[in-house]
T-cell receptor
């Protein structure tokens, strides 16, 4: 069935390095995917909309040069956190609309810890 | 004014009771509404969606929508300890059906 898979589920990286998180739609195509960030005890905050074959659109206050998004195929979007800092440590979650089911699926989320 | 507002709780109810979770939204043009459940450290999972005024029931869950009052609620009957989680209300941004904006979430604690 339709599922959204994220990888890695947990990652620890050193400050100043870059980290890539993948979001895949399984058994369905998604021309649009969404990236959220969630800090502890806070709600999900929409970061950006990933558009297949075109540039991502970022929400106000989100640095596009720091959070690089690539949606190279109809089933894969990637989020790269560049020059990561400890304050980027968070839970990153992607979602993809499943049009046929009139619903939106979320990935399992990726815990990023920057040390 | 926040686009989607929820009482952060915690809402504590005894096992077997009805838990009532509330949400208000600011965009009068909103047409669809979602309730997600999120366990600590996990991704949200969809509980209910509702599009029309009135009630929608699914098992122990009932979603209620009142567009005139810009209010949507979730009732959980016969609450179980396993229902203890944060419940997130989500509304799509105008013009973006799938671009969900979430409320802060209400933490529900069901005690035996």
């Amino acid at each position: 069935g339709a599922v959204v898979s994220q990888h890695p589920s947990r990652v620890i990286c050193k400050s100043g390095t870059s980290v890539k998180i993948e979001c895949r739609s399984l058994d369905f195509q998604a021309t649009t995917m969404f990236w959220y960030r969630q800090f502890p005890k806070q709600s999900l905050m929409l970061m950006a909309t990933s558009n297949e074959g075109s540039k991502a659109t970022y929400e106000q206050g989100v640095e596009k040069d720091k959070f690089l998004i690539n949606h190279a195929s109809l089933t894969l979007s990637t989020l790269t956190v560049t020059s990561a800092h400890p304050e980027d440590s968070s839970f990153y979650i992607c979602s993809a609309p499943y049009i046929q089911g009139n619903t939106i699926y979320f990935g399992e989320g990726s815990w990023l810890t920057v040390v | 004014q926040k686009e989607v507002e929820q009482n952060s709780g915690p809402l504590s109810v005894p096992e077997g009771a009805i838990a009532s979770l509330n949400c208000t939204y600011s965009d009068r043009g909103s047409q669809s509404f979602f309730w997600y459940r999120q366990y600590s450290g996990k991704s949200p999972e969809l509980i209910m969606s509702i599009y029309s005024n009135g009630d929608k029931e699914d098992g122990r869950f009932t979603a209620q929508l009142n567009k005139a009052s810009q209010y949507v609620s979730l009732l959980i009957r016969d609450s179980q300890p396993s229902d203890s989680a944060t419940y997130l209300c989500a509304v799509p941004l105008s013009g973006g059906y799938n671009k969900l904006i979430f409320g802060a979430g209400t933490r529900l604690a069901v005690h035996p």
